[in-house]
Structure formats: C-alpha cells, structure tokens
C-alpha cells in the first residue's frame, strides 16, 4: 500500500508536514513547497504508486477520480473560472519527463500570470 522510503506517502499519511488542500480514503492533496504558479498544489493517491509509468488498467477508476477532484479543488483554491481562468495539470513521468519524486501526483496549477516558471 505505501513505501516506507516515499516523500508523498510519508506526507500522505501525515508523517511529514505539509500545508493540506484536500484528504478523503484515497487522496490527498496539499501544496507544493516551491510553487511555479500562484496557486499550484499536489493531488497524490495514497496508495504508493511509482509514476504514470506503472499504471494498469486496474488504475484506471482512481485515475479517473483523481483527475476529476482537480477542477473541484482547484475551485475551491482560488482559480478562476473557465475560460478566462482555468488551470493546468501536470503529471511529469520520469526522469525525461521531468519528475523528481517517484510517486504519481497531479500537479493543478493557476491564478493570474505571469507564473513563476512556464
Ligand atoms: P515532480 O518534479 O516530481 O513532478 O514534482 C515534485 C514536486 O514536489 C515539485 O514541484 C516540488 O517542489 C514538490 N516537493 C518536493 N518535496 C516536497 C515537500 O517536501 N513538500 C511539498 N509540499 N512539496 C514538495
Ligand atoms: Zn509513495
């Protein structure tokens, strides 16, 4: 369910403190520690996995429940409506792909621009 060594699992289950956005049996979501954007936060489930690289069909409901808390929360955040407002998700997958901490998360980034970085 979770590994020992994780970042996100150790912040998911509390262990590690952390500013939280959202938490329910399967997620949690808090914000991230160097923000790229004014309003940019972290969904992670809380069952350990790796990255969007490890996913199987068996993912693909949590995927879809986690992809549809993002405009839920990012509301509930602060980002404007569509379409003048809005927000972007991420889900850097790999070393190439820019990922940093090996377990699958959803960055929602938003607020007015210019952002911090991209
Ligand atoms: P990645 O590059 O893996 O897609 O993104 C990892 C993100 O986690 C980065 O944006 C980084 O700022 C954030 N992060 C790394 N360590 C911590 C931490 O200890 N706490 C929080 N809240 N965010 C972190
Ligand atoms: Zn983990």
Sequence with gaps: MHDSDCLFCKIAR?????????EDDEFFAFHDIR?????HFLIVPKAHVASMAHV????????GRMLTLAPR???QEGCNPYPEGGF??????GTEGGQEVHHLHLHVLGGPRPWARG
């Design 73 to 75: 929360l990012a509301a």
């Design 14 to 22: 509390g262990q590690i403190p952390s500013r939280k956005v959202y």
């Design 35 to 39: 923000p790229a954007a004014p309003i």
């Design 88 to 93: 972007r998700l991420v889900v850097n997958t």
């Design 56 to 63: 199987t069909e068996e993912h693909a409901p949590m995927l």
